[in-house]
């Protein structure tokens, strides 16, 4: 029996050149067009593609038309029939007209940066939220540049740059998409509205929150594993987990805290993905402490902690105490431990080592800690007693005429929020070592 033309089509396998721009605005930035380059070739192989070949193009500034201008453009375009690639993938986001260019100039499909972190997100999503959130910020990105990538979505029938919402939603008229993008948001609303529940319900029982943050395979999956024994992925790859996992954390003195682990940052992480996933980026906003994890083997170390601390800042979490973890100091040679800050408030561990384990958890335990406190409590107040022990561990207590003194290791985050019952019944330092 022969088959249809329909059922012989074959799909064929994203084999890609790699392009980036470098103009002298990207080279006064911080990160070094090279080593976004390199990035962007991880990115392409985490997204499943072939990497064919790079090239570079040096210029003053973007040509408005190709990016990179028409004359290399056609440089290209040999490049990719020398290669027998089918893809050409940009290092800067591309508008839609000058996608359209492109495509008409090199009969292929054409990717850039933006449009590539949001089909690996597409690949790892797998909660609901993390489904709807990645859609989201596709069609968001996808609606100015519907013009730009018909017969880029069509070509081939798959691949790269059409996962997600796929072809048959956004071959149809922007009307539908906006009716989509409303229908996306209110599913989101809603789900943000049950994890700001359970927000409320930790805090409520005064569970101490923590996040894990970083870069992306800074190694902060690998440390909520070790950490917690969590059963989360662990790959030595670009965003190889994507929903945030959160699991309890015990403490040397035996204390349970929360311990989340984030979706990794990068360098131009799409702001349409920044809007989408700010319900789950804003677990570093309630956290009572944020662990920043560092590649410290890493050659642009201070550049990617900048990317991090600036969407810490864009979440408004810029502001809340913070340990530094300088992570795979075992990948790191003589030089580069050497040249790793030892300051307070940080720590340079591997994931892999259990005695650096135990000295993150005495670090958090202590930067949490708000040190002894004591609090003369009438004993007809008994209704006070709870509010003790949920502001840190009671370590003695003693019973002098109608008063019953306690000394308190105090919780400082937990302090904050419930110690302003206990404020009255608190006994000053000197007081407290003159009645020993």
């Known amino acids: 029996m022969s088959k249809t033309p329909h059922e012989t089509k074959t799909i064929l396998p994203d084999r890609a050149v790699l392009v980036s721009l470098i103009t ?34 040096n210029r003053e500034k973007r040509d408005p038309r190709y990016l990179i201008g028409k004359g290399k453009v056609v440089e290209l375009r040999e490049l990719m029939v020398q290669h027998g690639a089918n893809t050409a993938i940009f290092d800067q986001e591309l508008s839609g007209a000058q996608v359209r260019n492109l495509e008409e100039m090199l009969d292929a499909k054409i990717i850039d940066r933006t449009q590539l972190i949001l089909d690996i ?53 922007r009307r539908h998409i906006r009716r989509r993008i409303g229908e996306l948001k209110r599913q989101l609303e ?16 005064g569970v101490v929150q923590l996040a894990l943050v970083g870069y992306t395979n800074a190694g902060k999956s690998t440390l909520l594993k070790a950490l917690t024994a969590a059963d989360v992925l662990v790959e030595n790859r670009l965003f190889a987990t994507l929903d945030p996992t959160t699991r309890v954390m015990e403490l040397p003195g035996g204390k349970e805290v929360v311990l989340t682990d984030t979706v990794g940052f990068i360098q131009n992480l799409p702001h349409d993905l920044i809007a989408a996933f700010r319900a789950t ?56 431990l050497e040249m790793l800050p030892s300051t307070k408030g940080s720590l340079k561990i591997s994931a892999l080592d259990e005695s650096d384990l135990e000295r993150i ?48 290791d105090v919780n400082q985050g937990d302090f904050e929020k419930y110690g302003y019952m206990l404020a009255p019944f608190f006994v000053p330092d000197h007081e407290s070592q003159s009645k020993q």
């Open 121 to 173: 997100f597409a690949q790892r999503a797998n909660t609901r939220e993390g489904i709807i959130q990645v859609e989201l910020a596709q069609l968001t990105y996808l609606l100015p540049r519907l013009s730009g990538h018909g017969k880029n979505l069509s070509r081939l029938g798959g691949g790269i740059g059409t996962r997600g919402p796929g072809e048959s939603k956004l071959e149809t008229d």
């Open 361 to 408: 958890r005495q670090a958090v335990q202590q930067e949490l800690s708000g040190g002894m406190r004591t609090f003369r409590i009438p004993a007809q107040r008994g209704d006070l007693t709870p509010f003790l022990y949920r502001i840190g561990d009671v370590v003695g207590q003693q019973y002098e005429e109608e008063d019953i003194i306690y000394s308190v």
């Open 24 to 57: 002298a605005e990207a080279k006064q930035s911080g990160f070094l067009p090279e080593y976004s380059l390199e990035e962007l070739v991880q990115l392409a192989e985490t997204a499943g593609v072939e990497v064919a070949d790079r090239m570079t193009q």
């Open 190 to 205: 809603e789900v943000t509205r049950h994890r700001k529940l359970h927000r409320s319900r930790r805090q409520e029982t």
């Open 281 to 336: 980026l804003e677990e570093a906003n309630e956290a009572d402490l944020i662990l920043h994890v560092v590649d410290a083997s890493s050659p642009m170390r201070g550049e990617q902690m900048e990317v991090v601390e600036r969407i810490l800042d864009e979440l408004g979490a810029g502001g809340k105490p913070q340990i530094v973890l300088y992570n795979k100091i075992d990948l790191c040679g003589p030089g580069q």
